[in-house]
């Protein structure tokens, strides 16, 4: 069995005793930390959500002023920054 089955089986079919991994299914706080090889045998659009949720979080843990934060988060100003510059 090789990691991408091991996953599909996890996370897209029910619980399951033959995959024990699946029980996560049942825990409100599960984190499954996976490479993109582990999700070639995913459905297209699982993939797309949690990357989508992964897009997501980011955009709300960034923080412009931070200089540790991503690249991203720079170049968004924050409301102060636009009424100052007078584009608001």
């Given at each position: 069995m090789n990691k991408?089955?091991?996953?599909?089986?996890a996370t897209e079919e029910g619980v399951?005793?033959?995959y024990t991994v699946s029980a996560f299914?049942?825990?409100?706080?599960?984190?499954f930390v996976v490479?993109?090889?582990?999700?070639?045998?995913?459905?297209?659009?699982?993939?797309r959500y949690f990357k989508?949720?992964?897009d997501v979080h980011n955009k709300l843990i960034e923080d412009p002023q931070d200089p540790f934060s991503p690249p991203s988060a720079k170049k968004f100003k924050s409301v102060s920054?636009?009424?100052?510059d007078g584009k608001l």
């Open positions: 991408a089955y091991a996953l599909r089986c399951n005793h033959m299914q049942q825990h409100p706080k599960t984190i490479d993109d090889d582990a999700t070639l045998e995913l459905k297209v659009r699982t993939v989508g949720l992964m920054e636009e009424l100052s």
